[in-house]
């Protein structure tokens, strides 16, 4: 009989927090591959990171709308757009289209990433706003610190934006007036 060995092969990467460790319950990454694993990990960072923009895309409309038109040929202002799920029929195509070319083209032209064993690592340093970069981090503690701590935000706000998700579909509102849900088997 062979014995068993467990199998650590991603165990010293950044993600890897307490208190589970390095967290592969369906065994994806059981082979070893590093490119399987730079994928996955590069796949989890531009989520999470796009997960934080939703999230705040959410709350952010609550308390601050940008004034004037968001359509002038739609006589749209957007103060007019609902928040949540019920703004997807309210957006005219032309900009739901205009969102995504911009998310085609950051993607493609800007987002490539550079570092061969870092995923998510573009060499431009911190985003402070869309298009922005502040200066790199140079000390290595500083660095996988902030890294850690941007990998377990972006884990945090895909699970909340889905959650809005949810929320707004069954109550209409993001922020959940169960009143309004009236079939709700905790009722």
């Known amino acids: 009989r062979r014995p068993r ?15 589970m460790g390095y967290w592969d319950p369906l065994g994806f990454s059981n082979d070893g591959d590093f490119d399987e694993f730079y994928r996955r990990r590069s796949a ?5 990171r ?3 923009y939703a999230t705040m895309g959410y709350i952010l409309p609550e308390y601050w709308r940008v004034p004037g038109f968001c359509s002038p040929s739609h006589d749209l202002l957007f103060t007019d757009i609902p928040n949540g799920l019920k703004a997807v029929g309210v957006v005219p195509a032309e900009g739901w289209l205009q969102i995504l ?12 990433p550079q570092h061969p064993t ?3 690592n573009y ?7 869309p298009g922005f970069y502040l200066s790199r981090i140079k000390e290595p503690e500083v660095r996988a610190r902030s890294l850690n701590a ?7 706000a895909m699970v909340a934006i889905v959650g809005m998700w949810v929320q707004d579909g069954l ?4 922020w959940g007036d169960w009143s309004l849900f009236t079939n709700s088997p905790l009722r």
């Open 123 to 129: 060499y431009k340093g911190r985003l402070a706003a």
């Open 150 to 156: 941007e990998l377990a935000n972006g884990r945090l």
């Open 44 to 48: 989890e960072l531009k989520n999470g």
């Open 5 to 19: 060995v467990a199998a650590r092969a991603f165990e010293e990467e950044l993600g890897v927090q307490a208190p």
């Open 171 to 174: 109550t209409g509102s993001a």
């Open 101 to 112: 070319a911009w998310c085609g083209f950051f993607e493609v032209v800007i987002n490539q």
């Open 50 to 52: 796009v997960a934080m």
């Open 118 to 120: 870092e995923p998510g």
